[in-house]
T-cell receptor, first 113, second 109 residues
Framework: DAMVIQNPRYQVTQFGKPVTLSCSQTLNHNVMYWYQQKSSQAPKLLFHYYDKDFNNEADTPDNFQSRRPNTSFCFLDIRSPGLGDAAMYLC????????????FGPGTRLTVL | GQNIDQPTEMTATEGAIVQINCTYQ??????LFWYQQHAGEAPTFLSY??LDGLEEKGRFSSFLSRSKGYSYLLLKELQMKDSASYLC??????????WGAGTKLIIKP
């Protein structure tokens, strides 16, 4: 089945220790998104890629970086995680920017100790 | 600024009907989406409205009025598994989704 896969599902890191979250998709969608979602809050868009065209949201902290080496894979790097970065990180894809529905992976829940 | 408003929490009884409202103010409009999100899981797509009116899909229906900046999600014959958060999201003129904080729906037996 075509899907969006995120690894790991749960990640524990220490304050200030870099961490990388990964996302892969078998949907062959052009657009990939990274969201941060904290409890009972709306998902907050961090970045999106339209093919290889990278789009950084204006209020995304410099501590967050992203890479998309090919159509199928996308990575989120958190260079120096702080306690405030503990959240669920959601990867999503859509066929085109203009065409609606986004398909989400199961998310990675990040804990910062 | 851009804003999506929906109630924080609602409670309903198994077998009943519930309507979750969403109002929005965005820079442009390219469609409104409803997503379901169970606790600790990712959102899953429920419905999409871009024209005024009602879209029905099984037990779920979604309504849109663009002139009023208003939508609702109607859930019929509620089941315990419908307990979840329901997120309203609007695609703006830049084709970005503006998300509401979600409505937590609690179903009681």
């Amino acid at each position: 089945d075509a899907m969006v896969i995120q690894n790991p599902r749960y990640q524990v890191t220490q304050f200030g220790k870099p961490v990388t979250l990964s996302c892969s998709q078998t949907l062959n969608h052009n657009v990939m998104y990274w969201y941060q979602q904290k409890s009972s809050q709306a998902p907050k868009l961090l970045f999106h890629y339209y093919d290889k065209d990278f789009n950084n949201e204006a209020d995304t902290p410099d501590n967050f970086q992203s890479r998309r080496p090919n159509t199928s894979f996308c990575f989120l790097d958190i260079r120096s995680p702080g306690l405030g970065d503990a959240a669920m990180y959601l990867c999503a894809t859509s066929r085109e920017r203009e065409k609606g529905s986004q398909y989400f992976g199961p998310g990675t829940r990040l804990t910062v100790l | 600024g851009q804003n999506i408003d929906q109630p924080t929490e609602m409670t309903a009884t198994e077998g009943a009907i519930v309507q979750i409202n969403c109002t929005y103010q965005t820079s442009g409009f390219n469609g409104l989406f409803w997503y379901q999100q169970h606790a600790g899981e990712a959102p899953t797509f429920l419905s999409y409205n871009v024209l005024d009116g009602l879209e029905e899909k099984g037990r779920f229906s979604s309504f849109l009025s663009r002139s009023k900046g208003y939508s609702y999600l109607l859930l019929k014959e509620l089941q315990m598994k419908d307990s979840a958060s329901y997120l309203c999201a609007v695609m703006d003129s830049n084709y970005q989704l503006i998300w509401g904080a979600g409505t937590k729906l609690i179903i009681k037996p």
